[in-house]
């Protein structure tokens, strides 16, 4: 599933990939999906970030350029199917 793979991108790509922490994915009715999660900032604290797959298969997350519209567009105030990543 794309979302699984948005999440395992996000994930390699964190600071501590192994303190990584999928709080939540979203599959919402567009196809699109809604990442919340944790990972390890440079203080050795945990951080929540938020990502959006958008439904073209590119995913954006909350630090990047666009992003909020994004998450406005796809995400904000809608209701998606919560899927189980093991």
């Not at 794309?2 to 303190?19: E, H, L, T, Y």
């Not at 699109?32 to 073209?56: E, H, I, Q």
């Amino acid at each position: 599933m794309m979302i699984a793979a948005s999440a395992v991108s996000i994930k390699r790509s964190s600071r501590d990939p192994d303190a990584f922490i999928l709080e939540s994915a979203l599959l919402m009715d567009d196809k699109s999906g809604c990442l919340t999660y944790r990972a390890k900032n440079g203080f050795g604290g945990y951080s929540r970030g938020y990502a959006v797959m958008r439904p073209d298969g590119n995913t954006l997350v909350d630090e990047m350029l666009a992003f909020q519209a994004t998450w406005n567009k796809y995400c904000q105030g809608k209701k998606g199917t919560e899927l189980k990543m093991d």
